[in-house]
């Protein structure tokens, strides 16, 4: 039998111990923690739309039409008309033949993979990828290839290697602990080259990137044609929760029928569906969200840089300062938080040994006078 204790005792003594925060208020900026009104530079609701008036309006008016649960899976009982809207509204909003709803990122990742490759295939990911994406390989059986990160030319050189296989070039589309974006061009040239399936997770830049908050898709000026498989979340920046797939009839209809995190797990319920349904009202009625995103991260990397602070290559809302040692990022996250403002250290296995972290993610609502505040706090380190 392991010594559970000891495991815990020596995580404890290496810096790698993780404990929860009980916040006592919604989401948001400002957030009640520990008795106090906190700063929050930590949440993936990057439009602030996770306390809408709007979403809660939805949310309580479905809740009074379809109940709490949804009651069972999507192929037995549980896929209720919001849920069918949504993926209607979803595959209109991106422009593809079809959409699904999974009930989270998580699962989503692990049946798509699984549920489109066998033992027989081969996946290749970033290095980087998100934990979804490394486990759904493994889960699918299919040999794992990963590539250094956003190295398009040892992509290839792995390519190469397994020409005459069924394959998926998967990776996330704007990196969770870094912040930068993949190659998404060049890599759609490559699939295309090698007949290989690209599939990318946006479940960083949904709502955000891209001129109508379409994503890396439409940052980069792509079609569905050249990224077959979108995935992306609802949790983030639609400020639900959940996630679903774009893609093809053929590749959706594969899904309903084979993945398995689908099909063996309850819908969700439905009011979150008629919620995120008005997400995606306010992601094209208030773009001035996106725009005032936008000038609080170029804020805060002029600010820092003034400060000398090493930020990484990351135009996006994440913003990493690395400190190498766990323990330094810990007590850089302790001191922020001793001054009311919350920032996250991120340590191994998160990220690689080595790249501990404090991780700063900014949302629209976040003030110029917050952002000054943040500063202010990383100045005193
Ligand atoms: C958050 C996240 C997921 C998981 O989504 P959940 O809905 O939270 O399970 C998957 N991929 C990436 C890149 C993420 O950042």
Redesign the pocket.
Do not use: V
């Given at each position: 039998m392991k010594d559970f204790s000891a495991i815990l005792q020596r995580r404890e003594q290496q810096h790698l111990y993780r404990r929860r925060k009980t916040i006592d208020s919604p989401q948001g900026v400002e957030i009640r923690y520990n008795g106090q009104q906190t700063l929050s530079f930590c949440s993936?609701d990057y439009l602030g739309l996770a306390n809408h008036p709007r979403l809660i309006h939805a949310f309580k008016k479905a809740a009074d039409e379809y109940g709490v649960g949804s009651g069972s899976a999507h192929l037995i009982t549980g896929h209720l008309r919001p849920h069918e809207i949504l993926e209607e509204k979803l595959a209109e909003f991106f422009n593809r033949p079809r959409a699904l709803v999974f009930s989270?990122?998580?699962?989503a990742?692990l049946g798509i993979l699984s549920a489109l490759t066998d033992r027989h295939d081969v996946i290749f990911e970033d290095k980087l990828n998100?934990a979804?994406?490394l486990d759904g390989a493994q889960l699918s059986r299919a040999a794992l290839k990963r590539y250094h990160h956003l190295d398009c030319d040892h992509l290839e050189s792995l390519l190469q290697e397994s020409r005459n296989q069924h394959s998926i070039i998967a990776t996330?589309a704007l990196f969770?602990m870094d912040g930068d974006l993949a190659p998404l061009p060049r890599l759609a040239q490559l699939a295309a080259q090698y007949q290989s399936l690209l599939m990318i997770?946006d479940?960083?830049g949904i709502g955000v990137l891209g001129e109508t908050g379409r994503g890396c898709v439409e940052y980069f000026g792509l079609n569905d044609h050249q990224v077959p498989i979108l995935m992306g979340?609802m949790?983030?920046a639609l400020g639900t929760f959940?996630?679903f797939v774009a893609a093809s009839e053929d590749i959706i209809e594969m899904l309903i029928q084979d993945a398995r995190s689908y099909l063996f797990t309850t819908a969700p319920p439905p009011a979150i569906a008629a919620a995120t349904i008005e997400s995606l009202a306010i992601i094209d009625d208030e773009p001035w969200r996106r725009a005032q995103l936008q000038e609080r991260i170029e804020q805060f990397r002029k600010g820092a840089k003034q400060l000398g602070l090493a930020l990484m290559e990351s135009h996006s809302a994440i913003q990493p300062i690395v400190f190498w040692e766990a323990q330094a990022a810990v007590t850089a996250s302790e001191k922020l938080l001793a001054q009311k403002i919350l920032v996250p250290a991120i340590r191994p296995p998160t990220v690689p040994q080595g790249s501990a972290r404090i991780r700063i993610t900014l949302c629209a609502n976040h003030t110029t006078h917050q952002v000054n505040q943040l500063l202010e706090g990383l100045a005193s380190l």
């Open positions: 993936n989270t990122g998580y699962m990742n998100h979804s994406l996330d969770s997770d479940a960083h979340t949790g983030k959940g996630a």
